[in-house]
């Protein structure tokens, strides 16, 4: 509480001197309210948990050393990433808005005879439409076909409350890892001109696929060889001086 007292120290005063008054505030209670409503606050709040992006890590489970540089033909496939350019800038999708990215992508080993039409070819991140998956994704959800269809059975159950969360991401992860299922081993390879944004969506189509078993490396001189062919055969510029701007410019 509040209290104003009047200060007198005796004596004369002068004549038309003003008084003096003294002001004490007593904080006491204003320290047992703010108490009270730090417990009422605390005991009324909901704690929010945090939301965070789960994302299929590459798998640690052990290979055999003859079989640690090389993967079956059926299972492997390589994806060489590019990014459209105007000027230096990155070329836009006039429908959807979207840089135009694409990957030039070949499966098992890179056929530098060129006995095949389909020694490499083109697709770009088009996603899901009428709630099937095109481009890209559609070719790493077929590669990986038994372990998605695990996956969809996992996230129905979820769905369904039939398991928890964390019973669900634990099923996930594990079925993503599971050798007895025919999975396969994506070689992600970043060109020159590609962009942060590239490289993101490559990474994010295996998260979504439930791809464990990836790998990013830089183009290879085979590589170079099947998109200087591509480009003869189908008259487009793939390989060109470096357009990206890089940090030092």
Not at 28 to 33: A, G, I, L
Not at 41 to 64: H, R
Not at 141 to 150: H, I, L, Q
Request: glycine residues 4%; charged residues 25%; aromatic residues 6%.
């Amino acid at each position: 509480m509040a209290q104003i007292e009047q200060s007198d120290k005796g004596g004369k005063k002068k004549k038309g001197a003003q008084k003096k008054m003294s002001i004490h505030v007593d904080f006491t209670p204003m320290v047992d309210m703010n108490m009270l409503l730090i417990t009422f606050f605390m005991l009324c709040t909901t704690m929010i948990k945090s939301q965070t992006l789960q994302i299929v890590l590459p798998t640690n489970e052990e290979v055999k050393k003859e079989n640690q540089n090389q993967a079956k033909a059926s299972e492997a496939i390589t994806m060489i990433l590019d990014t459209e350019y105007n000027g230096d800038k990155p070329a836009v999708d006039a429908e959807t808005g979207k840089t135009v990215h694409n990957i030039y992508y070949y499966e098992g080993v890179a056929d530098t005879t060129f006995s095949t039409s389909k020694y490499l070819t083109k697709e770009q991140f088009i996603g899901n439409q009428n709630r099937q998956p095109q481009g890209i994704r559609k070719i790493l959800r077929g590669k990986n076909e038994a372990v998605m269809a695990e996956y969809e059975k996992l996230k129905t159950q979820w769905k369904n409350k039939e398991i928890t969360k964390e019973e669900f991401e634990k099923a996930a992860k594990k079925n993503a890892a599971d050798s007895n299922k025919v999975r396969p081993v994506v070689v992600i390879k970043p060109g020159p001109n590609t962009t942060y944004e590239g490289l993101i969506n490559a990474v994010d189509e295996m998260n979504i696929n439930q791809i464990s078993r990836y790998s990013i490396e830089l183009p290879t001189h085979t590589d170079t060889v099947l998109l200087r062919h591509y480009e003869q055969e189908h008259n487009q510029t793939i390989i060109r001086p470096l357009v990206r701007k890089t940090s030092n410019q």
